[in-house]
């Protein structure tokens, strides 16, 4: 359950992340930061053996350098490369194992039906010992990559990019310093200018006001000169004193003029100032934007340039860890391979004697079977030694008897010849029967080890066999005594065991 709620998380997670690549793809930064958290993902799902998902974090991180690649292939190429690869590396590792983990089920499988399968063969069995796998060469530990030179130059090139973007932002400071004191300059010299232009447009008001002035005095003194005229008046001082008034109007009229039209050049001077002061104002305030804005980007690069520098050291603090662990699992992976190799090759082994294992089988049955055949007549043959043997004891008792009496001579030679004969042929009787005793323990020796080596374990026959190679009747010390050459014996200890000497 635990498993499936990380699979389930792991996906929901992928979900998040998949429709905001692209408003972070402008970003490389933001791209790699999230490639190697989902890396870092990854490897823990493969520390779990959630091979699977740990195999789509590897991918989809993949997925993100390569688009870093391709959309910023300037920005930290080292540490791309080095992310890229290692990526590459888990992503080839978790397939070996995620393969190896699925593959692992089927020879469990077969092994279970061929361990299950003996259950139905008969009770004697043919149990061959399969020699245990030799152990496995110890392989060599793979070369370690140098990552930590790597992960040294990137973060050589980090501080230095840091360095960078710092001096950047202490620039754009500065312009922004300066930009503020020339936007205060520019504000000081528009107010100075506004007062200017005002200043110039009272004089243009006071210049229309005299001009006018000038000209109604003017033209009032064109009509009274124009009535003296008419009147025929012959006051030459009168008209000496208009004119002389009209042409200190029209000298006043052109310096008002001459003092509007100034006036209005100032004014258009002091408006054209004015615009151009805003227009640098605007300029400044726009400049202090931009160094403003600058600033804030060169604020997040740095802070961006400290956090990869500080997860490049943490990475290179716990890189040793990590490959150990890598080492650990390749050679645990190896075992795993060569124990995987082993079973499948037993396996191989188990099907391929499957038929000459069966034909064995067969062969065993039947010689079970001529074995019990044979069990059989020699009980047989057993019973009629064990009659026979009894027989020859009656006689044999019945001579002693008459031997005790005749004190084994006879009345007359021939009758001690015919003793003597028929006692050889008891003699030569009891020894054949000593003989045959021996050839069946012999016997009984060759079939025990004949059944060891074919490893046929029954109680039953071994009881029988036993049974067979036993003595049909045992001999005290006397009789034996008697039988002197060859001498024919059964030790006590082992009824089983018959020794037989000829002296």
Not at 35 to 57: C, D, I, P, R, V
Not at 101 to 124: C, D, H, K, R
Not at 134 to 149: D, G, I, L, R
């Amino acid at each position: 359950m635990r498993k499936i709620g990380s699979i389930l998380l792991a996906g929901f997670v992928f979900c998040l992340t998949v429709p905001a690549l692209p408003a972070q793809s402008d970003d490389p930064s933001e791209t790699f930061l999230k490639a190697y958290m989902t890396s870092q993902q990854g490897e823990k799902l493969e520390h779990e053996n959630q091979f699977k998902a740990a195999l789509a974090k590897y991918r989809f991180a993949g997925t993100l350098i390569e688009q870093l690649r391709k959309a910023h292939p300037d920005w930290q190429p080292a540490i791309v490369e080095y992310r890229g690869r290692k990526v590459s590396e888990s992503i080839l590792r978790v397939q070996d194992k995620a393969g190896t983990q699925e593959s692992v089920a089927a020879p469990e499988q077969t092994a279970e039906n061929v361990a299950a399968a003996p259950q139905n063969l008969p009770p004697a069995q043919v149990v061959k010992e399969v020699p245990a796998p030799p152990p496995a060469a110890p392989k060599p530990t793979p070369a370690s990559t140098p990552n930590e030179v790597a992960i040294e130059q990137a973060t050589r090139k980090l501080r230095d990019r840091v360095d960078q973007l710092e001096a950047e932002l202490q620039k754009s400071h500065t312009q922004m310093s300066a930009a503020e004191n020339e936007k205060q300059s520019l504000t000081s010299r528009l107010d100075e200018t506004k007062s200017k232009l005002n200043k110039a447009q009272g004089d243009l008001e006071k210049a229309k006001t005299a001009e006018k002035q000038v000209r109604d005095q003017l033209n009032q003194a064109q009509v009274s000169l124009k009535k003296t005229a008419a009147a025929g008046s012959n006051d030459s001082k009168a008209q000496e004193a208009l004119k002389s008034e009209i042409a200190q109007l029209k000298k006043a009229l052109v310096s008002a003029q001459q003092g509007r039209s100034a006036a209005e050049k100032e004014r258009d001077d002091a408006s054209t100032k004015v615009a151009a002061a805003d227009q640098q104002r605007a300029s400044a305030g726009k400049e202090r934007d931009e160094a403003n804005a600058r600033a804030a980007e060169a604020d997040q690069k740095v802070a961006s340039a400290n956090k990869e520098r500080d997860d490049a050291l943490a990475h290179l603090k716990g890189m040793k860890d990590t490959e150990q662990r890598v080492e650990v699992l390749v050679a645990e992976n190896s075992d795993l391979k060569q124990k995987l190799d082993d079973a499948e090759k037993t396996v191989r082994e188990i099907s391929a004697d499957k038929p000459k294992k069966e034909k064995e089988l067969a062969d065993v049955k039947k010689q079970i079977g001529d074995l019990q055949q044979q069990l059989a007549a020699s009980q047989k043959q057993n019973q009629n030694y064990e009659t026979t043997v009894a027989q020859l004891r009656s006689q044999l008792d019945g001579a002693s008897k008459q031997l005790e009496q005749v004190k084994l001579v006879g009345a007359t030679p021939e009758e001690t010849a015919k003793l003597t004969k028929e006692n050889d042929m008891l003699r030569n009787i009891i020894v054949r029967e000593r003989q045959e005793e021996a050839r069946r323990d012999q016997a009984k020796k060759l079939m025990l080890a004949e059944f060891d080596k074919l490893q046929i374990k029954s109680e039953t026959l071994t009881e029988q066999i036993q049974l067979l190679a036993q003595p049909v009747t045992r001999l005290t010390t006397d009789e034996l005594a008697l039988l002197r050459q060859p001498v024919v014996s059964i030790s006590d200890d082992n009824s089983g065991a018959v020794k037989a000497s000829f002296t």
